[in-house]
């Protein structure tokens, strides 16, 4: 029997136009694929994009393709998703709308992990590159287990607010001691920390796609099942508990899959801030506050500005790049200005 | 008979104890409303019972069994909580909200049943909410927003209601619509209504057993006629009452107070 029919008719197009808001998104992102693939130093026309992906380029057409420009978008877009969905569960269990992984201290502590090794072992040159997302998502967990056990009470568990706080204060603890560590740096080094901070999308390369890819695989249908625990989450502890979620292992599970996904994503992106926090937000105003939905809209919206923010670094100041990073954020800040003049009204 | 059993519980927050060494018996198939001046206990100790505070000392029991080690699933499908202040997220519709009550009987990734959408539909036809099932909750007045929540709570398909301050920022006309709502209930599906109430006329006309505490502690319980004396009232709440009876219930009732002169 068809559940649809006990929907009444509004319903039912409240559910088409979420599914079409969907695909929507998967359109926007191919589209940026196509313009994106199409946008670098060496020009090529959109023909020659479809050729080459088809098999029918020339040995340069395909080196650039393959080996530079396809691995950097997928990253963008993996990133994207990463962090969106992060920041989607993040608000989502703290019912804090201003909640995202940077809060949590996981950008802070990626970038910390990352100093420490450059200002240490300044001299390696090619091997460490490997390390780093390692290193990055070595900080960035750790980060995470901090706060955690710093905003841990007896009695009563974790309780969002402190969560958040104690967050605030660790990663402005972290901060300021990366600030101490640059005076250890040399200017290259530096101008290399800065950049990941900024968050360049810097580890374009096959081999990143493969360390971020199981991440995804794994932690997004987990997040994806819990989408109706997120959902009575988010109705606060005392409505949770009384639907019968056992809220505090639920929020450590989510917790951890949220911590997983941006530190994945921060390891090979560098610090890319805003879109944990503006990605969720503009999926709830096209598809509501309903996680089923929430969750893939959050993703979608999250990989395409990645892969926007991304394109128009690269191409805004040819041969030169802006990282993807700072492209989001001015691209954010307005919009979040926006809201806030909004929520005035 | 007894749904519900509170034997010598302590319940706090850190190192201070807000509610000690109390015992009471909930009644089956009846309202049961917990009076007290503020800050006596009666949240807590109603959050007690919901399990979303742990007893320091002492058990509450559901049909015998301790609630704490029962399955938080179990529970609720037993009884369903209705907390004081129940914010719902921006762009959630009536129906929505309504359909989360279905949580503990839904497994896996969760498609709602047809059973599902019949304790829906029924909880949005009860409550009156028919007309509004679509709009965002946002959009509607206190006293529909409360509508809804108890909607939510009917949808859980439980016997057990528990309610803290329902009637709480609403204006007369609408209090006494939530309460007949949950006379109904009562009345008509013999479910156990349990609940704080601030009104303590409304807690004497609509209730058949109240439970009066003070300073975390029991002062006494029964049904209004015992509870609602002029005794008893100094007691709990240091007023000088004047007594009367509802016209409506026929239950005792407080005219209008006065303060003692050596109050605190």
């Known amino acids: 029997m068809n559940n649809n029919s006990f929907l009444t008719a509004s319903q039912q197009k409240a559910r088409k136009k979420n599914f079409f808001i969907l695909s929507i998104l998967v359109v926007f992102i191919v589209i940026t694929f196509v313009i994106s693939m199409n946008t670098g130093v060496i020009k090529l026309t959109p023909m020659e994009v479809i050729r080459t992906l088809f098999g029918f380029g020339d040995a340069q057409q395909q080196l650039i393709l393959y080996e530079f420009r396809l691995p950097r978008i997928i990253i963008a877009v993996l990133v994207g998703m990463g962090l969106a969905t992060s920041g ?22 990626a970038g910390l992990a990352v100093m420490l090794f450059i200002s240490f072992f300044p001299a390696t040159t090619a091997a460490p590159v490997y390390l780093l997302p390692v290193l990055a998502f070595v900080g960035a967990g750790l980060t995470a287990i901090v706060i955690y056990t710093l905003s ?55 081999k990143f796609v493969l360390s971020l890819l199981p991440w995804l695989l794994i932690l997004f249908p987990f997040v994806y099942a819990k989408s109706r625990v997120l959902n009575i989450l988010n109705l606060g502890d005392l409505t949770a508990v009384g639907l019968g979620a056992s809220i505090e292992k639920e929020r450590r599970w989510l917790l951890a899959a949220s911590v997983g996904l941006a530190g994945a994503s921060v390891s090979v992106s560098g610090g890319i801030g805003f879109v944990g926090l503006i990605a969720p937000h503009l999926a709830r105003q096209l598809v509501g506050a309903k996680h089923q939905f929430l969750l893939p809209a959050s993703a979608l919206v999250g990989g395409l500005l990645v892969l926007l923010a991304d394109t128009i670094g690269r191409s805004i100041l040819e041969p030169s790049e802006i990282p993807a990073g700072i492209v989001v954020a001015v691209l954010g800040a307005p919009y979040f200005l926006y809201l806030l003049a909004r929520v005035k009204e | 008979m007894t749904v519900l059993e509170i034997e010598h519980v302590a319940i706090g927050y850190s190192s201070t104890l807000i509610v000690d060494d109390l015992s009471v018996a909930i009644p ?16 807590t100790l109603l959050k007690a019972v919901a399990r979303v505070l742990r007893t320091q000392d002492g058990a509450v029991y559901l049909d015998g069994k301790a609630i704490h080690q029962l399955k938080t699933k179990e529970v609720a499908k037993r009884m369903a909580i209705l907390p004081q202040t129940a914010t719902a997220p921006g762009g959630l519709t009536v129906f929505e909200l309504v359909s989360y009550g279905r949580f503990p009987h839904q497994t896996g990734f969760g498609t709602l049943r047809k059973e599902d959408y019949e304790y829906i539909h029924w909880a949005i036809d009860v409550t009156g909410l028919r007309e509004f099932s679509d709009r965002p909750i946002e959009a509607l007045s206190g006293g529909q927003r409360q509508r809804v929540w108890i909607a939510m709570a009917l949808a859980q398909g439980t016997d057990i209601l528990i309610l803290d301050e329902p009637t709480t920022y609403l204006d007369l006309a609408h209090q006494l619509d939530i309460l007949l709502l949950l006379q109904k209930l009562n009345k008509e599906e013999g479910r156990t209504i349990v609940m704080v109430l601030h009104d303590l006329n409304h807690a004497s006309r609509f209730s058949q057993f109240m439970i009066a505490m003070r300073d975390g502690q029991l002062v006494v319980n029964g049904n209004p006629d015992e509870v609602m004396t002029k005794e008893n009232l100094q007691k709990v709440f240091n007023i000088d009452a004047t007594m009367a009876l509802c016209p409506y219930s026929n239950n005792p009732i407080c005219l209008s107070y006065q303060l003692y002169e050596n109050a605190e």
């Open chain 1, 88 to 109: 989607a569960i993040l608000q989502g269990i703290s019912k804090n709308a201003l909640a995202d992984p940077g809060i949590l201290g996981i950008n802070a502590g």
């Open chain 1, 152 to 206: 841990y009470k007896r009695h009563e568990g974790i309780t969002p607010m402190r969560l958040l706080l104690t967050g605030i204060a660790v990663a402005a603890g972290i901060s300021s001691a990366m600030i101490v560590l640059t005076l250890r740096l040399s200017p290259e080094n530096y101008q290399f920390v800065a950049t990941w901070l900024a968050g360049s999308i810097w580890g374009s390369n096959w």
């Open chain 2, 28 to 43: 089956k198939g009846q309202i049961s409303t917990i009076i007290g001046p503020n800050g006596c206990g009666k949240s």
